[in-house]
């Protein structure tokens, strides 16, 4: 979930005389990582960024579950249609993905994985989804949803093998994972807004339906990431700031990870808040696990 | 999954003289891993070493999907109990605890995860498991197993206070995990293999029975992982032995990391094997990405 | 999901005299069903009714499915808070409540379940839900849903024993389920509306939130079940009254079972909706089953 | 998991001199039942037998959750393939069927399964199944288990059909689920125990694997259902036999349903063996039930 290239753009183009001045930025979204590190690679970012994104109190949760269940939340409320026996389409095995995908199947859909990614696929079949190509998953679909922060995921030549019915959305960045445009070619009229947030194509005597032209459904149509999810990576965030804020001599323009005592710190305050105690190593426990000497 | 350190102590104890000759090794546990990294710190590691169990390839399937299955066999075929409505323990949530826990919860248990590392435990709460410290979950186990790679997992304390007829079995290392002499200076009588693998400790009236002596219980009473789960793990290593031995200049001794392209043809070459077709990215989509300019 | 006992009691007051010329009715609902039962048992049924409740085309698709979805997007909707990793407390363990039990499973949420009849209490705890009486439940519950058709599920000694922050619903039947007097009384001050369908209540310094006034939270804060799953019960609806109709002489007061034939009508016209195909039985097969002689 | 006609038949030939001192049976397998209600319609049934099958406390647990272990129990003892990511075909989808399915799920299975009965399939679909014909499943599965009581569900169309490695089993009743003697016609040749209990046919070049001879997998590779919940069904049985014998006058010859009573007995029974508490009905709650004028 993700309109962080727009901040990163916005960024790059508004903001240049003010970089001197600046200590440094949080980045919360996955494409909004990718993009400054391209920056970094190019040598084009101009202050330091801690990648939030990627902290696992961020992506871990806040992408798998915060997205996987305001997504469906999205496309319910559009459609009001049962997910159970439904066909569910899921482009991209990513932590937006594998969520979607586990909730889709936890509601009862069939649920297919597309992916370019070996590993990823590989991982979404050993869990039990099935896999295959778009133009496969394209005539079996009853719904499809894109998280894949890439463009043109859903296009002309899968449009054109879907079912009469078939509804798309998006909820991985903003909206060019369908390809709006091509579809709109390719249609012989457009009805717009048949529910709010629903609009129906007609392609070849089928139509096609599509949630909130594409952008994400799940801030479109329903209310984003629930807050007690979205807590832990405001934290993150939050912390990430003070973090930077302390480092001496002041870091230098780069992107930078989250570090583990932060995360753990991070985690920690969340199990608290949800009266959640766990075990801590003892002493004979942390000795072993330094020792390289024990085990014969 | 694991007897990697005892491989790992005998390189060291054994086979000094023949270390200039080595060209390097492969690791395939976690614990041998943690073992080696200690001794690449200690300056005590004397040849490079591939740390194939950390390869996506390996840990993410062999561990997860292989140890997930494999050690609920083991359970079964010692005890042939009934998982559904039972409460099952599992200590860790690394690979091999998570494959376990999502086992169990599909074969109908009521699965408990306990935890030291506080990101991992929020992990599992959030995948619906209950989390809790190891004295609260041994009053309502049925059943307990160990997935750490640590020592004295359960111990004396957690002993008094289990339920009568309580098993516990072993699926992380060595036989360390379960403190089987302190479970035997409490006892007051040990009953051996009242079936195959399984023996009866008697503890203030209450009977806890041990599977395979706190060994691993999937390869004591089952058959190991499944041929189809370590293909993935051997062509790794087998792969990542050609790369070793292709690097000009030699490596200097060390702790490597599986590259990604290695990742990805083993990936690739099962999904191959089992007919799965996937994805590529289109032009348009590679540039896509590289490209942090686009997103206004 | 239930409001047919009004519908029941207003036929028995206000219809008095039309009575003769009724040919029939249908009823749609458990609560209904059991209240028509109890008439018919008290010689007060006036004509005859097709229990379409209890038909396995209505009870086992609409009450699990339907309700299951519809009833966690009305509490999102309610609250939008995130599922995963929440104690959900589902009272009754019927079509409805095991419905609902699996939808939040399948969301990330623990979930427990409270009966009063010991086979549906086993058979919950053989899925893997933990079962217990509802005053060990009421201190463990993040979110409570009464799915009971009965009165007082959630009453006094359980708002006592409720964490701060618990959040109550019912889909069970009407606003009887959730003693809502009883938690007036106990309160010490109400915020009515925190949010939409959301009203506050305070009991010994804790908050308590009842969703949509107890009312139905699917039809109050959401839209109801999907037509997709509605369209069978009204499908098997529509064609008991024409069953009824065509019946000579015409039935006498009493409920009546939907007919195996309409039933399996019924489902064979939506799977051909779906696209799905089934097999036959072969003539081989149909003889094989009907002979009792085979089998040496 | 059956061989209960093979019992009903013996009765029938060897024991007609014995008959009239026999004051009832019962009857613990699907099979089995419906051959009495077959001969009692036949008026060939000459004592009366007590359904212990169709009790729920017998056919909900012993053939749901027992088939469901134990069916994948003798599957990877006798072949110890993993079952993630594989494709799993069940044909027949009553109270073994669904068992089976939802606990190859579990393991990662991608399961379709098959029927002839369309409200069953409707449900499948609706549990998120795959549900299609045998002659398209035969295509696409890696492992079959067929658990219908019916004779030849895989035949000569769908071995011809099957993918090269395809394993079948049977977990129904005896070895005519499977029809071998085609398979046998069909094959270039057999390698008989190439695993124990695992033989290899070859059709066209693509081997095919039979395991036990088709006869139940779960008996003949595994132990049968394990005795915790085995023990539900002797206790019925027990309790039917004493329920039987108290009956004045004595029973005329038919087949018997096993009372509610007696089913909430065991259920209690098993539940205090658990350790499991559950609520019971007020006062209030009973006089609601049965009293049809409440509401509004």
Redesign the interface.
Known sequence: MDDG??L???I??DYQELIPDILGGTEETT?GV???R??AA?G?LKFPVVAVNDA??KN??DN???T??STL?GI??AT??????KVFVVAGYGWCGRGLA??A??????VIV??????K???A??????????E?AAEEGDLFCTVT?????LRKEHFERM?DGAILSNSGH?DVEIDIPALAALTEGVRKDVRPFVDEYTVAGKRIYVLAEGRLVNLAAA?G?????MDMSFATQALACEWMARQEPRLTPAVYDVTNEL??GV??L??AS?????????D??QK?????????
Do not use: C
């Not at 597309?114 to 590993?119: A, K, R």
């Open positions: 290239a727009d990163v753009s916005t790059h183009n494409t990718i993009r400054l391209a920056m190019d084009a696992k109190t871990m949760f798998r579950y915060g996987g269940q939340d319910i409320r009001d249609i049962l997910l159970a026996g586990l909730r199947r936890g509601m009862g859909a069939d597309t992916e370019v990614d070996s590993v696929a590989l991982e079949r050993m869990d039990g989804f099935r896999v295959m190509p778009m496969a922060g890439n463009i043109h995921v079912k903003f209310e990431h629930p807050a007690s999810v995360e753990n985690a920690s969340k199990l949800m009266g959640i105690q766990i075990d801590a190593l003892t004979e426990q072993y696990l330094a020792d390289w000497r024990h085990g014969t």
